[in-house]
Nanobody
Framework: QVQLVESGGGLVQPGGSLRLSCAASRSIFNFYTMSWFRQAPGKERELVALITSAGLTNFHDSVKGRCTLFRDDAKNTLYLQLSSLKPEDTAVYYC?????????WGQGTQVTVSS
């Protein structure tokens, strides 16, 4: 079992950046995948970025070139660095971890991009 807690969201001006954190309650070493999703009001939850235990990454087209995803096993934390923020990035961002076929979700952190 693992608990995930996201943090780092907030109100940011367009063009700014944020680093979101997903802290796990125990080691994330050897977990199959960790990822970030987001969900805007009235829209389906969508995958933003994913990283495997081998370090392979994948990004949604909307964030390619301005998104960095990395995990720090020593800190049991997954990070999402998102730059050049746009109003369309406004959403609740969720961390997801998959371990031995079981998916775990964090509670989400709100990101609002507005002038």
């Amino acid at each position: 079992q693992v608990q995930l807690v996201e943090s780092g969201g907030g109100l940011v001006q367009p063009g700014g950046s944020l680093r979101l954190s997903c802290a796990a309650s125990r080691s994330i070493f050897n977990f199959y995948t960790m990822s970030w999703f987001r969900q805007a009001p009235g829209k389906e939850r969508e995958l933003v970025a994913l990283i495997t235990s081998a370090g392979l990454t994948n990004f949604h087209d909307s964030v390619k070139g301005r998104c960095t995803l990395f995990r720090d096993d020593a800190k049991n934390t997954l990070y999402l660095q998102l730059s050049s923020l746009k109003p369309e990035d406004t959403a609740v961002y969720y961390c997801k971890l998959v371990d031995r076929g079981t998916a775990y979700w964090g509670q989400g952190t709100q990101v609002t991009v507005s002038s």
